[in-house]
RNA sequence: GCAUCGGUAGCCAAGAGGUUGAAGGCGGGAGCCUGCAAAGCUCUUAUUCGUGGGUUCGACUCCCACCCGAUGCUCCA
């Protein structure tokens, strides 16, 4: 079976093959560490987290690679907003990314490299690409000259001279940095630094180097020349994406990267979520339950890191995302379906008799194989969703068919492996649960005192005080425990 | 304006030239059960895939035009 991507550079599907046999190189542009990650950051990392993590389920030896670039105008105004370096500014945020990405349940890059990690390789690239005739120094500082690299605009499929026209409106001020530039299109690879600002010393002078760079070099440095994949934000592929492949390429004259996959965007009312917007809403906002939509009051609803997960992967990664409530709500109470089924194991395996079966390994698994097939084609997570909510729905019906019946005929090795394949299945993607979570303590009334009062409850339905027996129930639906009457006036209970 | 990507049921959302029953989730409805509920269980919820043309024996899927939306062309995941 082939695994395609959507490539962007070829803008169509294609089959994947890595450069190397078994190994997979991916690097993930990060983010700048000026604030708090937003859903749309999320949606990024948990994408890529779970693509690498699908890559290696399916047998691959996956390098993953993220970034965090910590040499930023923003992050600069923040410090001096804030009367702090720029280093305090990013230790920060990078410290709130991890605990966020943590909370999340997305997994860890192998390497996180900072540009401030990466100077040395980055002067090495913009003294090469001026040896070759790429860039040029002016005025301390250093530019790509765009209309030297002729394959530039490939990626994202646009050419200068439409470029010169379409922008012609509204390009009318010239900023400082243009009068340095010999051709508009140019772009800084290093700039010199003002007084007062961070600075390394570099043969144009001390200074700090430019965004697009960064990535160039770190790729290069981690990676080698040519990596298998290089993913983003769908907001990355021009410039910075374009930019990157002009600067490495130009150098080294080999494909920055075989595949270019980029995510699309999480919208808020139709409106790319953007921090300039001002429309975002943060991880650890939603997490903690303090969010509200524009214009609205504020929430008080938490919500499960696992049905963010949900709600990010019940999209096709390319495609928009909308952040409403109604589709957070929808996702949580998704969520809910797929936990009942992933603790179906926890809760009813003993009453299973799991421990004594004699349980070999499996032959094919055709939920696997169904999931396989469909995550295959361009990493269709919805797809593959629907695979484990069949089963999950399945699960759920049996654990509820003990819980009303007491036994259920349905074969418990095949029961078992039905979960195992879930469990499994769903790890993948990234679902996990603890099992604890769900085994409520029994602080509160003891099963004794819960048969006690049902008993009482069933005189008074017998007496046909009904009164008194809703007031029963009603007493332990407080305390969270369902009573199900069952024809012949049983009544079973859980919790 | 140019480039790119989309428009599938009440909402979210996969899919894709041939019968495909157009996945799945959420929500809704009906029935069974119940004193009534709840919890369950069962059934149900798009003759149709933005609009208009075309190609084809056949299109939701391919082509053209149009309408609508988003993103990029400035920092941005």
Redesign the pocket.
Same mark, same amino acid.
């Given at each position: 079976m082939t695994i395609t991507f959507h490539n962007t550079l070829a803008?169509?599907k294609e089959a994947f093959t890595p450069l190397e046999s078994g190994k997979v190189r991916m690097y993930c542009?990060? *983010? $700048?560490v000026y604030d708090y990650c937003?859903?749309? =950051?999320a949606?990024?990392c948990l994408i890529w987290d779970v693509a690498r993590r699908y890559l290696q389920w399916r047998g691959y030896d996956v390098t993953y690679i993220q970034n965090f670039?910590d040499i930023?105008?923003?992050i600069l105004n923040r410090a001096r907003k804030e009367g702090i370096t720029m280093e305090e500014v990013s230790e920060r945020f990078i410290a709130a990314y991890f605990e966020d990405m943590k909370r999340l349940g997305i997994g860890e890059a192998d390497v996180y490299p900072r540009a401030t990690h990466t100077l040395d390789g980055i002067k090495r690239l913009v003294t090469e690409l001026e040896e070759k005739g790429y860039a040029y120094p002016s005025q301390g500082d250093v530019y790509y000259q765009v209309r030297q690299f002729k394959q530039y605009g490939q990626l994202? +499929?646009?050419?200068l001279e439409?470029?010169q026209? +379409? /922008?012609s409106g509204?390009?009318a001020v010239e900023s400082a940095e243009d009068t340095k530039k010999k051709d508009p299109f140019d772009?800084a690879l290093w700039k010199a630094s003002k007084p007062g600002e961070p600075a390394w010393e570099s043969p144009w002078g001390s200074g700090r180097p430019g965004?697009h760079i960064e990535c160039s070099a770190m790729v290069r440095d981690r990676l080698g020349e040519t990596i298998d994949i290089h993913v !983003? +934000?769908?907001?990355?592929?021009?410039?910075?994406h374009e930019n990157e492949i002009a600067q490495s390429e130009a150098v080294t004259g080999k494909p920055l990267a075989r595949y270019w996959m980029h995510? !699309?965007?999480?919208?808020v009312n139709?409106?790319?979520?953007?921090?300039?917007l001002g429309n975002?809403t943060t991880i650890r906002d939603l997490l903690d339950g303090k969010w509200w939509f524009p214009n609205q009051t504020p929430r008080d609803k938490p919500i499960e890191p696992m049905a963010i997960r949900?709600f990010v992967l019940?999209? =096709?990664y390319?495609?928009?995302?909308?952040f $409403?409530e109604?589709?957070l709500? /929808? /996702?949580a109470? !998704?969520w809910?379906?797929l936990k009942e089924g992933l603790l179906f194991g926890d809760k009813y395996g003993k009453q299973l008799n799991w421990d004594n079966l004699d349980i070999l390994a499996t032959g094919t698994n055709l939920w696997a194989e169904r999931f396989t097939a *469909?995550i295959d084609?361009?990493l269709?997570f919805?797809?593959g969703? /629907?695979v484990l909510?069949?089963i999950a729905?399945e699960l759920?019906?049996e654990g509820?068919?003990i819980? =009303?019946e007491g036994k259920t005929e349905t074969d418990s090795l095949q029961l078992y492996h039905q979960w195992r394949s879930l469990v499994e299945l769903a790890e993948v993607l990234g679902f996990t649960v603890e099992p604890e979570a769900e085994s409520e303590a029994t602080e509160g009334l003891s099963d004794a005192d819960i048969e006690t009062l049902i008993q009482k409850?069933t005189e008074a339905?017998k007496a046909k005080d009904?009164a008194e027996?809703?007031r029963i129930?009603d007493e332990l639906?407080a305390q969270g425990i369902?009573? *199900?009457?069952?024809?012949? +006036?049983v009544t079973k209970w859980?919790r």
């Open positions: 803008r169509k542009c990060g *983010i $700048t937003h859903l749309g =950051h949606r990024t670039t930023d105008d923003k994202s +499929g646009r050419k439409d470029m026209a +379409g /922008a509204r390009v772009f965004w !983003g +934000g769908s907001d990355l592929v021009f410039p910075h995510n !699309g965007m999480v919208r139709g409106e790319k979520m953007s921090k300039s975002f949900l019940q999209a =096709h390319r495609k928009p995302l909308d $409403t109604d589709a709500e /929808a /996702a109470n !998704g809910q379906t *469909i084609d361009d269709n919805a797809g969703l /629907a909510f069949e729905k759920r019906k509820n068919i819980v =009303h409850r339905r009904f027996s809703d129930r639906s369902t009573l *199900i009457d069952q024809p012949g +006036g859980h």
